[in-house]
């Protein structure tokens, strides 16, 4: 009941923020940021109702659609995906908060599309029949592709077709796999299905999740999307969206399809550890904010996949507290680049600079996000990528030198980026009149840095809370306990 | 069972669903256009109705009533087309509304 | 004491805070009052648990506790965990005690600097860090510890971020700390892999007591040969990147961007000594590895002459003394990689009070003369700055190791140790004592120079000085340092007593010094090699001697290795930054570009022009439409009927 709540509370909130003739756009956006709130205290309440000690699915609800094809809405959290649940939740109502105080136009439906979005990425975490994660899988496209095709920058046609045609071409894909998978098993519903040996199942899933995470090399619409959508988009693409795909390998491609995942392990590992470096390297040399951050996505999102990949304890763990992390720093950067490129008008590295003189907050807050996103040690991202890359040295240590070397770069690009925005002299387009962050702000992204911090001094929150403790054990079981 | 056979009512249906697919094909008023699209459901609505008696139950008739339904609503908006191109002064003739070539 | 030991640790982080949320609601005096407060409630508690310590009986001095879980995994647990046992509490006090002095002096030597508050908050932040990495009872909080004292450095030294030196020195830093960081973490891995566990007890006191000594559970469970080697390199790796030893040193002389303070407390007294630190804690480890150990010996003995060397030649004031911190943490390397622990860190503990007694003195220097640091534009200032005059020749004789002063007790127990390591313990006694010969010649070389003689035009032109040279403030800690780099030595006395070797002595057993008549060779010898460099120093540069502008010009070549301190910066430039940026644009403009971001163009071009063509068919006549669908109808129902 509490799950369905979860879902169907933001769409009704977003049909509300649509139908309703508002007086102003202030009541408008002002009635969405009410909704997202609410939606967090749900999601509060449902947290501590939680048995973590449990394994299994808790929260359900069961519905019969198709019956004769055995359809069934079927919606229940793990206690993973509740921690990805929370994360949808706070992101989304930070990125509303963010883009009342932007004051984008048409703000009504605009934040409606947001609420849409939340309510059906909740549904992808939740869903647990193939065809009902289908279907939230594209309601969750389509409020994107209208948010970057309307309110994205001036480039952002190219870049809607752009995503549009990796994410459709991925999604499809998916579908084929799902009917394939539910026929054959004669049952969509995820707990019933079993395993199955097929490949080209394995195959299909991979192709949607591959192109949404993204695994390195289909990554084609990333920077382009994540340079045009506006900034609370971007924080949300790169954020939770990604960490869709990432939950779709953990929750349907590990314990579903072990067989073709133990025999594609390595070449998926292969393009994984390129994607590492790769993304690492660009966003060395990328000259933008956006690119900086766009790129270290790529290659956090490639990270969070070798953890998957690993199959074991240490790795599972790992990628998920790296999930819940990574999407907290994105959105945190994402939003801190939108107000800089307010500020500044650009988000040229080369005529930024010197941002740190006279405005300490924006100061502050880039550089704490920014130093835990190069995980420096003792921070929550660090946490995730040791048990990741424990979890992979166990694999094979060539895998875990390959992300040593990506601690490294993560350590160059993200001190380029601080130093390019904030210190040596004042960019060209950086004047005297550029304020520090306003209240408002300030509201938006505290919160979310503090959650870094306290994720910092306690990552067992999540890695303690999760899969019951047995990551690698309740995996292969299939969720032991799921009835 | 009274009445002519099955047979009279599909030759009749075919002979009215032909002048309307000639009437489709042929006019180019819009209007008789219309009508003639009506003359093709009914012959089919015909049709329906003499399989139904002939297998004597009601699915044929609930089909009918059906297609009338879908047929009001298609009239309604044709018409409705009709009128509205006939109040921007164009003239009413299919082969000059060809704006939505490729 | 455990109580004691929380206190130490979050004391400084509550300061971090305080200061950070209060903003510029308190003044910027009260937030260094408030940092360095925080750090003598540290040190007071650093006291404490000494005391308590030393209520035990030695072999029971080893505590711990663990407040939370601060990451898990399935079996894997990692708690944040503190330890309390002699060696942690002989780091806390070296942290906190000088912490609190440098602290101190940074409230007189920054005041009147624009953003004040955030440089006492960072100071803070890295006591804090500091005291993470040496209290922590679990390698991946000293880790944790480990990456967070490299974060307050990078922080530190762009502090003047309007500098472009500042900003790429500190970035410089920070990378060549994260590539030992990365080795570290993959010995981390080894470990984890072998013990299933990063608890210090439960790896090294396997008994659950002390000593901590190889007993044999290490091996059992894998952890020999080539594994306890790769561990071994791997955590050497993480030691040599932040004690700037070769071949990871170049970022420290660069490090000297950072305000004077912080060059003292990070980048001198504490958190460069943590590869010292580190080495000797986990030396159980190091035991299974001897050519590990060997190496740490041998990396430390090329540093101490070749940082020796280069300080003989720079002009910075500051950079001089920190080539003089490289060439001293080798003795430490020394020292510990040939198992002399306890010497070792007395030599740490001793430098500590003279080095950050230097970079005092020197940054009081600085001050006066307005901010200069060449010391080519210096000259007579110790007529005009007596009382810095004075800590400075304390602080040169104790690094020169002239008895009785601190240096000299620590440097000629590490000689002993060494006098009686074997032959690879002899040739690196050559190595030190050359070191201490040139230690001695460049340390009165920068004193001659800056002090003696005429004052320069430059420096009679710029000269302000306050009472006590620079303000009470920033006098009275030089004063305590001053002191203690006199009686600091005098824990361990030759014939006499043996203080620090036997405090250290429940958690890493020191090697055994040479006696008799090895021990009288080595001191005497090690003391007239300084006095000869002393003695150079004040023909050369006292007496205005044309010895070494005839040696330059004799030998250019020689003179210019040394000015581009033997082309470390220029080798890395090029095999390491240049091929990593030259990749990156590469990858940018020949893949990225074309394969990733322009094929997508092209498809979509392409499924233009098709389109164009098949929207052809499409023509607007609703009659050919129809005629379409008829004929269609047509063709399905001649074929339904053929093939039925």
Redesign the interface.
């Known amino acids: 009941m509490l799950t369905t709540a979860l879902i169907f509370l933001p769409i009704a909130g977003a049909f509300w923020v649509w139908i309703t003739p508002w007086r102003s756009a202030r009541a408008a956006s002002g009635s969405a940021l009410l909704v997202a709130l609410a939606e967090l205290a749900l999601w509060v309440g449902t947290a501590f109702n939680f048995d973590f000690g449990a394994t299994g699915l808790q929260e359900d609800a069961t519905q019969t659609w198709f019956s004769d094809l055995g359809v069934s809405y079927r919606v229940g959290l793990f206690d993973f995906s509740l921690w990805l649940v929370g994360l949808t939740i706070v992101v989304t109502a930070a990125a509303i908060a963010y883009g009342f105080w932007a004051g984008r136009e048409r703000l009504g439906v605009y934040l409606g599309l947001l609420l849409f979005l939340e309510g059906a990425t909740v549904g992808v975490f939740a869903a647990q029949d193939l065809l009902l994660f289908y279907v939230f899988w594209e309601a969750m496209m389509i409020p994107l592709y209208i948010l970057i095709g309307v309110w994205g920058g001036p480039g952002r046609l190219g870049a809607t077709i752009k995503f549009v045609i990796y994410t459709l071409a991925g999604s499809l894909l998916m579908l084929v796999a799902v009917i394939a998978f539910g026929l054959s098993a004669g049952t969509f519903d995820m707990a019933k299905v079993g395993e199955s040996g097929s490949v080209w199942i394995f195959l299909g899933f991979a192709a949607a999740f591959a192109v949404k995470a993204p695994l390195w090399p289909f990554h084609g619409w990333l920077p382009d999307t994540y340079r045009e959508s506006p900034p609370e988009v971007a924080a949300i693409l790169s954020g939770v969206i990604s960490k869709a795909a990432a939950y779709g390998f953990l929750r349907i491609a590990l314990p579903l399809l072990p067989a073709p995942v133990a025999d594609w392990r390595t070449p998926i590992l292969v393009l994984a550890s390129i994607g590492l470096v790769y993304g690492s390297l660009l966003a060395f040399r990328a000259p933008d904010i956006r690119g900086v951050i766009a790129y270290s996505s790529l290659a956090q999102m490639n990270l969070i996949v070798i953890g998957l990949f690993a199959v074991n304890d240490s790795g599972l763990a790992g990628a998920l507290l790296l999930m819940v992390t990574h999407g907290l720093i994105s959105t945190a950067l994402f939003l801190i680049a939108g107000t800089v490129e307010r500020r500044a008008a650009t988000g040229d590295l080369a005529l930024l600079g010197g941002i740190a003189r006279g405005r300490p907050v924006l100061a502050t807050l880039l550089i704490t996000t920014g130093v835990i996103a190069l995980a420096v040690p003792g921070s929550s991202a660090f946490a995730g990528e040791f048990l990741v890359l424990n979890g992979i040295f166990t694999r094979g240590w060539g895998w875990a030198v390959v992300g040593a070397v990506a601690i490294v770069l993560a350590a160059m690009y993200m001190l380029r980026l601080i130093s390019a925005v904030l210190h040596r002299d004042p960019g060209p387009a950086v004047t005297e009149s550029a304020l520090d962050l306003r209240p408002a702000e300030i509201g938006v992204i505290v919160p979310l840095v503090a959650v870094l911090l306290a994720l910092s001094l306690w990552p067992a929150a999540i890695t303690d809370h999760v899969f019951g403790g047995r990551p690698a054990s309740s995996v292969t079981s299939q969720f032991e306990g799921t009835p | 069972m009274l009445g002519p056979g099955i047979a009279a009512y599909l030759i009749l249906s075919v002979v009215l669903f032909t002048t309307g697919?000639l009437g489709?094909?042929?006019r180019?008023s819009p209007l008789i256009?219309l009508l003639a699209l009506e003359i093709m459901l009914n012959a089919g609505n015909l049709a329906l109705l003499a399989f139904s008696r002939q297998a004597a139950n009601g699915d044929g008739q609930i089909f009918a009533l059906t297609v009338m339904v879908v047929a009001a609503a298609e009239a309604v908006v044709g018409l409705g087309l009709i009128v509205a191109i006939s109040r921007k002064h164009v003239d009413l003739d299919?082969?000059k509304?060809?704006?939505?070539?490729? | 004491m455990i109580a004691a030991a929380w206190i130490a640790l979050f004391a400084p982080a509550a300061a971090v805070v305080a200061i950070a949320v209060a903003g510029n609601r308190i003044s910027r005096f009260y937030a260094g009052v408030v940092a360095s407060g925080a750090t003598l409630v540290s040190f007071i508690c650093s006291v404490i648990a000494l005391v308590s310590l030393l209520g035990e009986h030695p072999d029971q001095r080893v505590h711990s506790s663990t407040l939370w879980t601060w990451l898990s995994a399935g079996n894997l647990e990692f708690g944040a965990t503190i330890l309390v046992d002699p060696l942690s509490v002989f780091m806390m006090l070296v942290v906190s005690g000088v912490g609190f002095l440098i602290l101190a002096y940074a409230i007189g030597y920054m005041r009147a600097d624009v953003e004040e508050r955030r440089y006492h908050a960072y100071k803070a932040l890295f006591v804090f860090s500091m005291l993470l990495l040496v209290q922590s009872g679990n390698l991946l909080l000293l880790l944790a510890g480990w990456g967070m004292v490299g974060l307050s450095s990078y922080l530190l030294i762009n502090f003047w971020h309007d500098r472009e030196t500042a900003v790429a020195a500190g970035k410089k830093a920070f990378v060549m700390n994260a590539f030992g960081d990365a080795t570290f973490v993959l010995a981390l891995f080894l470990l984890v892999q072998h013990m299933h566990t990063l608890d210090m007890r439960s790896i090294f006191f396997v008994s659950e007591r002390i000593p901590m000594t190889v007993d044999g559970v290490l091996e059992s469970r894998g952890v020999t040969g080539t594994v306890a080697v790769l561990i071994a390199l791997g955590l050497l790796g993480g030691a040599v990147a932040k004690s700037a030893q070769i071949p990871l040193h170049t970022w420290l002389p660069d490090a000297m961007e950072g305000p004077t303070p912080v060059s003292a407390l990070i980048h001198a007294a504490t958190m460069v000594t943590a590869g010292v630190y580190l080495i000797a804690r986990t030396h159980v480890l190091f035991e299974l590895a001897p050519a590990i150990q060997d190496l740490a010996a041998i990396l430390g003995g090329i540093t101490i002459v070749l940082a020796g060397l280069v300080a003989l030649v720079q002009t910075d004031i500051k950079r001089v003394i920190a080539y003089s911190t490289m060439s001293q943490i080798g003795y430490m390397f020394v020292a510990v990689g040939l198992g002399a622990y306890g010497a070792g860190l007395f030599h740490l503990l001793t430098h500590a009070f003279f080095k950050a007694l230097l970079f005092m003195a020197a940054g009081i220097v600085i001050h006066a003369l307005s901010d200069e640091q060449d010391i080519r534009r210096m000259g007579g200032l110790g007529r005009s700055l007596p009382f810095t005059y004075r800590a400075f020749i304390v602080g040169a004789l104790a690094l020169a190791a002239i008895p009785p002063f601190a240096g000299f007790f620590s440097k000629d127990s590490i000689l002993a140790s060494l006098a009686n390591a074997g032959t690879l313990g002899w040739i690196l006694w050559g190595g030190a004592a050359f070191g201490a010969f040139l230690t001695a010649l460049y340390t009165f070389r920068l004193l001659f120079i800056v002090f003696s003689g005429a004052p320069t035009p430059f420096a009679s032109e710029h000269l302000h000085v306050k009472r006590f040279d620079g303000g009470l403030a920033m006098a009275w800690p030089v004063a305590v340092l001053a002191v203690l780099s006199v009686v600091g030595g005098w824990l361990q006395v030759p014939w006499g007593w043996t203080a620090v070797d036997d405090w250290i002595h429940p958690v890493a057993e020191s090697a055994e010094e040479a006696t008799g008549v090895t021990f009288t060779f080595s001191l005497v010898a090690s003391s007239a090699l300084a006095l000869l460099g002393i003695y150079l120093a004040w023909r050369w540069y006292a007496q205005g001697s044309r010895f070494p502008e005839q040696a330059r010009r004799r030998w250019p070549r020689a003179a210019r290795a040394l000015e581009h301190k033997f082309y470390f910066d220029e080798v890395y430039d090029g095999v390491f930054y240049e091929p990593a940026h030259r990749a990156a644009l590469a990858t940018a403009r020949h893949v990225e570009q074309p394969l990733f971001l322009g094929s997508i163009g092209e498809l979509s071009r392409g499924v233009r022009s098709l389109s164009g063509r098949l929207a052809q068919v499409q023509t607007g006549f609703v009659r050919q439409y129809a005629f379409a669908l008829a004929a269609g109808v047509a063709v399905v129902v001649v074929v339904f009927l053929f093939v039925s």
Do not use: E, K
């Open positions: 697919a489709v094909l042929i180019r256009v299919v082969d509304l060809t704006t939505l070539r490729g």
